[in-house]
């Protein structure tokens, strides 16, 4: 199936996935469906492949491609991602301590880096990302917000945070009002295990 849902609107796109995906499971046939849309694929995939330049990079089902990249290019072309980039300090199993660009030290979950004093790129997910976090996070930072979004259910909210004024939360809509403002100084936090030690 070669991008077959195209041309429909939205709703309708989105309910021919959920239509396709359910005669696709009970004929019980392998269908290899091709998209650019990003969304249509982890919807409508047992298994997904990302390609760069003819080369498979991961093929994998959609949870672990997105959940966990292999290398940089999966994980920029897979959904929404924050950026860092950094120098590894130090190695603990796991986890590795990575001093950004700026001079400030992150944990993070070490993906494909091998030693100390390798360069790497942080990912990390915007939904991922916690605004004024309580004290128990792994990784604080000081952020400044540039631009809030609204967007239905989430708040998108583009920060500067370590030099990168691309840096994406996604706040999820309560219906409570938030006390954000652009402009406003804030802290961001997040989860070592969440941020990824990906190829420099």
């Not at 950026?83 to 199993?93: A, E, Q, R």
């Not at 909210?157 to 804030?186: H, T, Y």
């Amino acid at each position: 199936m070669d991008e077959p849902l195209g041309a429909l609107d939205k709703q309708l796109r989105e309910h021919m996935q959920y239509e396709i995906k359910h005669i696709h499971e009970s004929l019980g046939v392998t269908v290899v469906y091709v998209t650019h849309d990003q969304s249509e694929a982890l919807t409508m995939s047992d298994r997904i492949a990302v390609f760069n330049d003819g080369v498979i990079q991961q093929l994998s089902s959609p949870d672990d491609l997105y959940e966990r990249p292999q290398n940089a290019f999966v994980a920029q072309f897979i959904g929404e991602n924050n950026k860092l980039t950094g120098t590894v300090t130090n190695i603990n199993g796991a986890i590795c301590t990575v001093k950004l660009d700026d001079g400030r030290e992150l944990g993070a979950e070490k993906v494909n880096v091998n030693s100390v004093g390798d360069r790497t790129l942080l990912s990390l997910r915007p939904e991922r990302v916690e605004i004024n976090p309580a004290n128990d996070m792994d990784d604080i930072l000081d952020a400044k917000i540039e631009e809030l979004i609204y967007l239905g259910d989430h708040i998108r909210v583009r920060m500067n945070v370590a030099g990168n004024d691309q840096f994406i939360a996604k706040v999820r809509n309560r219906g409570e009002k938030r006390d954000l403002a652009e402009g406003q100084s804030i802290k961001v936090g997040w989860s070592s295990t969440d941020c990824k030690a990906l190829d420099g």
